[in-house]
C-alpha cells in the first residue's frame, strides 16, 4: 500500500510538470523572420530574410552593415519586466526597441575592432516600453569573415530569458574559459616537467623529454585559441586576431601529433625528421592561409586548409590506433582513444562549421580537448608512480649495501681500535724501559762503575741508589700524570723528594699558584717537564750544597706558566760547566717548545721553564 501511494505521488507530480512545461515554453517568443536593409554596393533594397542571418555566407564575408526590423506582438499587455536574449548577434550592433536604444555592443562604425558576436547576449527590457504590438529595429556590423550576423531573437518574461541565456552563456563562454584555465594549468605544468625530467639519449646520456615539452606547447596554443571567447576586444586588429588564432590552432594540432608520437615512441625512429618536417609545413602555411584567406575575404582557402587537416589526422589516426592494437600499453591506448574521440569532433566541426556554414552552432572540440590533459595527467601519475617504486627499490637497495658497509666498517674499526690498543701498550712498554734505561739504569751502572773503582763514598754510592730508585717511582707516576696540570706534577714532585730535602737540610720553600690545565701539554709532554723539574732538583741536592730552596709556579697573561727553581747554593758558570744533567734539560725543553733560562751565581741560581 505505501508503495502504490509513492507511485501514484510520483505519477500526479510528473503529470503536473507535463502540464506547466509547455506554458513556460509558450511564455517564450522566437522571432526568426525579419526585414533586412544591407548597405553593401547592389544591395541596398528592404527585403525578408529568415533568421539566423548568417553574414559571411549571405555576402561571401564582404564586411558591411545592417539594419533588421523585427516586428513581434505580445499576447497580452506586459505586466513586469520582459528580456530579450540574442545568440549571436553583431560583430558590433546597436539594439533599439519601440524606438529606444536598450544596448549598445561596440560602436558600429568603427570596423575590425570588438566583436560581440562570440557570445550570445542578455538584454533586459522594462515593462514600460514593450507594448501589445512592438518593433525592434538593430543595427549591426559585420567584418568580413569574423561569422557576423545575427541569430533568432528571443523574447520573454526576464525571469525565463535569464535561465535561457545562462544555458547558452555557459556553454559558449563559461565552458571555454574553464577549459583555457584547464589547458593553461596543464600547459604550464607540462614545461616545468619538461625543465626537470630526462630521458635517455641514444648517445647514452640524458635529454630533456619532449613529450612534456609537446604537451605543454599544445595546451597553451589551445588556451590561447579558447580565450578567444571570453575577448570581446582583441588585442590586434582584424584579420590578424583570426590569423593568431588561425596559428594557435594549427600549433595545437601539431604539438598533439607530436604527444601522440612520443607516447608511441616513433621518436625514436628514422622518419621522425620527415613527421617534423610535414607538421612544420602544416603549421608554417597556416599564417600565410589564414591572412590571404582573412584580407581577401575568400574564406574558402582556409576551409580547404581546416579541411586537409582533418583528413590528415584522420589517417593518423587510424595508423595510430593499428599500432597500439599491436603493441598494447595502457598509456598509448588511452592517447589513441583521446586522439581519434578528437579527429572525430575536429571533422565534425568542419563538416557542420566550416563546409556547412552552420550559424549558430559551437564547435565541439573546445571541450573534447580536455580528453590529452586528462590523459597526459594520467601518464604523470603512471610515471611518476612507477619513478616512486624505483626509487624505493633503489633506497632499499642502497640501505642494504649501508648497512653492510656499516658492519665492514665497524668490524675494521673494532680491528683498528685493538691494534691502536696494542700500539699504546707496546708505546707505554717501550717509555717505560726507555726512562728505565736513561734514569734508573744510568744510575744504576754508575752505583756499579763506583763499586768497581772502590774510590767512591759510602755516601756517594748511596746518593747514586737514592737517585736510582726516585727515578724508579718517578717513571711509575708518569703513567697517572693528568695532562697540563702542573699544579699535581710539583705536588708529586714533592711527595716523592721532600724526605730527601730534608735529610740533607734543606728548607723547601713552596710559592706554587693553582693553576688551570694547559691543554697543549699532553701525557708526553707531562714526563719530559717532569724529568726536567726532577733533573733541577735533583742537581741541587748533589752539587749546590744549598740551604733552601724555592719553588714557584706563576701563571702567565697569555694564558701560559711560568715555573722557577731556586736556590742559595754555591753556584757555577752555565757557560763553561758542561754537565750531561744541562745538556738533558735543554734537550727536553726543546722537545716540549718550552723556554729554559738558567741564571747561576754564588748564593742564588735560578733554573726557569716558561710554556707559552
Known amino acids: 500500500m505505501p508503495e502504490g501511494a509513492a507511485l501514484a505521488r510520483l505519477l500526479r507530480v510528473l503529470l503536473l510538470w507535463g502540464c506547466l512545461l509547455p506554458v513556460a515554453q509558450a511564455a517564450l517568443?522566437?522571432?526568426?523572420?525579419?526585414?533586412?536593409?544591407?548597405?553593401?554596393?547592389?544591395?541596398?533594397?528592404?527585403?525578408?530574410?529568415?533568421?539566423?542571418?548568417?553574414?559571411?555566407?549571405?555576402h561571401q564575408q564582404q564586411p558591411g552593415q545592417a539594419v533588421f526590423e523585427i516586428p513581434f506582438t505580445l499576447p497580452s499587455e506586459p505586466t513586469g519586466p520582459h528580456a530579450v536574449n540574442f545568440a549571436r548577434v553583431g560583430n558590433t550592433a546597436e539594439i533599439w526597441l519601440n524606438g529606444m536604444l536598450l544596448s549598445r555592443y561596440g560602436d558600429v562604425r568603427s570596423p575590425n575592432g570588438a566583436d560581440y558576436a562570440k557570445a550570445p547576449q542578455y538584454v533586459?527590457?522594462?515593462?514600460?516600453?514593450?507594448?501589445?504590438?512592438n518593433l525592434f529595429r538593430i543595427i549591426i556590423h559585420a567584418d568580413g569573415g569574423r561569422r557576423g550576423g545575427l541569430s533568432w531573437v528571443t523574447v520573454g518574461p526576464e525571469d525565463e530569458v535569464r535561465e535561457l541565456f545562462n544555458q547558452h552563456y555557459r556553454w559558449r563562454v563559461t565552458g571555454s574559459i574553464a577549459v583555457a584555465v584547464f589547458?593553461?594549468?596543464?600547459?604550464?605544468?607540462?614545461?616545468?616537467?619538461?625543465?626537470?625530467?630526462?630521458?635517455?639519449?641514444?648517445?647514452?646520456?640524458?635529454?630533456?623529454?619532449?613529450?612534456?615539452?609537446?604537451?605543454?606547447?599544445?595546451?597553451?596554443?589551445?588556451?590561447?585559441?579558447?580565450?578567444?571567447?571570453?575577448?570581446?576586444?582583441p588585442p590586434l586588429a582584424w584579420p590578424w586576431w583570426g590569423v593568431l588564432q588561425t596559428v594557435a590552432y594549427a600549433g595545437w594540432i601539431c604539438c598533439a601529433a607530436l604527444f601522440c608520437h612520443q607516447v608511441m615512441g616513433w621518436h625514436r625512429h628514422a622518419s621522425m625528421r620527415w613527421v617534423r618536417l610535414a607538421l612544420g609545413s602544416l603549421f608554417l602555411t597556416s599564417a600565410p592561409v589564414a591572412y590571404w584567406a582573412l584580407s581577401r575575404h575568400a574564406d574558402r582557402y582556409l576551409t580547404v586548409w581546416y579541411g586537409f587537416a582533418s583528413f590528415l589526422f584522420i589517417g593518423y589516426g587510424v595508423l595510430y590506433v593499428w599500432s597500439a592494437l599491436r603493441r598494447p600499453t595502457t598509456e598509448r591506448m588511452l592517447v589513441a582513444a583521446a586522439g581519434v574521440f578528437n579527429v572525430l569532433v575536429g571533422f565534425r566541426d568542419w563538416l557542420v562549421i566550416?563546409?556547412?556554414?552552420?550559424?549558430?552552432?559551437?564547435?565541439?572540440?573546445?571541450?573534447?580537448?580536455?580528453?590529452?590533459?586528462?590523459?597526459?595527467?594520467?601518464?604523470?601519475?603512471?610515471?611518476?608512480?612507477?619513478?616512486?617504486?624505483?626509487?624505493?627499490?633503489?633506497?632499499?637497495?642502497?640501505?642494504?649495501?649501508?648497512?653492510?658497509?656499516e658492519r665492514a666498517l665497524a668490524a675494521s674499526y673494532r680491528q683498528l681500535e685493538q691494534l691502536a690498543r696494542e700500539q699504546e701498550r707496546a708505546a707505554e712498554r717501550t717509555r717505560i724501559l726507555r726512562d728505565m734505561h736513561d734514569g734508573v739504569g744510568s744510575h744504576i751502572s754508575a752505583a756499579i762503575r763506583q763499586l768497581q773503582s772502590g774510590k767512591a763514598s759510602t755516601d756517594q754510592l748511596l746518593q747514586t741508589l737514592r737517585d736510582s730508585l726516585d727515578q724508579l717511582k718517578?717513571?711509575?707516576?708518569?703513567?697517572?700524570?693528568?695532562?697540563?696540570?702542573?699544579?699535581?706534577?710539583?705536588?708529586?714532585?714533592?711527595?716523592?723528594?721532600?724526605?730527601?730535602?730534608?735529610?740533607?737540610?734543606?728548607?723547601?720553600?713552596?710559592?706554587?699558584?693553582?693553576?688551570?690545565?694547559?691543554l697543549r701539554l699532553d701525557a708526553k709532554a707531562m714526563r719530559q717537564l717532569q724529568f726536567m723539574v726532577f733533573e733541577a732538583l735533583s742537581n741541587v741536592l748533589q752539587h749546590?750544597?744549598?740551604?733552601?730552596?724555592?719553588?714557584?709556579?706563576?701563571?702567565?697573561?697569555?694564558?701560559?706558566?711560568?715555573?722557577?727553581?731556586?736556590?742559595n747554593g754555591r753556584g757555577f758558570d752555565p757557560a763553561r760547566v758542561q754537565r750531561r744533567g744541562l745538556s738533558s734539560l735543554r734537550e727536553r725543553a726543546a722537545a716540549i717548545g718550552a723556554r729554559l733560562g738558567i741564571v747561576s751565581a754564588p748564593g742564588c741560581t735560578v733554573v726557569e721553564i716558561v710554556l707559552d
Open 29 to 58: 517568443l522566437e522571432l526568426r523572420t525579419a526585414r533586412v536593409s544591407t548597405t553593401l554596393p547592389g544591395e541596398s533594397a528592404p527585403r525578408e530574410v529568415a533568421l539566423p542571418y548568417h553574414w559571411d555566407h549571405v
Open 124 to 133: 533586459p527590457i522594462p515593462a514600460q516600453l514593450l507594448h501589445q504590438s
Open 183 to 233: 589547458s593553461l594549468v596543464v600547459g604550464v605544468l607540462a614545461l616545468l616537467l619538461w625543465l626537470t625530467q630526462a630521458e635517455p639519449g641514444r648517445d647514452g646520456g640524458s635529454r630533456l623529454e619532449g613529450l612534456y615539452l609537446s604537451a605543454g606547447l599544445a595546451e597553451l596554443c589551445w588556451m590561447l585559441r579558447l580565450s578567444d571567447a571570453a575577448i570581446t576586444q
Open 354 to 405: 566550416r563546409a556547412g556554414d552552420n550559424f549558430g552552432e559551437v564547435s565541439w572540440m573546445r571541450y573534447s580537448s580536455v580528453l590529452f590533459g586528462l590523459a597526459l595527467g594520467y601518464i604523470v601519475i603512471t610515471r611518476f608512480r612507477e619513478a616512486s617504486a624505483q626509487a624505493r627499490d633503489l633506497m632499499a637497495n642502497m640501505a642494504a649495501k649501508v648497512q653492510e658497509k
Open 474 to 518: 718517578l717513571s711509575i707516576d708518569a703513567m697517572n700524570l693528568a695532562p697540563g696540570d702542573l699544579t699535581a706534577l710539583l705536588a708529586n714532585l714533592r711527595y716523592r723528594l721532600e724526605p730527601r730535602f730534608k735529610a740533607s737540610d734543606i728548607e723547601l720553600q713552596w710559592d706554587v699558584d693553582l693553576l688551570p690545565p694547559l
Open 544 to 567: 749546590a750544597q744549598a740551604s733552601v730552596l724555592r719553588i714557584e709556579l706563576r701563571a702567565l697573561p697569555g694564558g701560559g706558566a711560568q715555573l722557577r727553581v731556586i736556590d
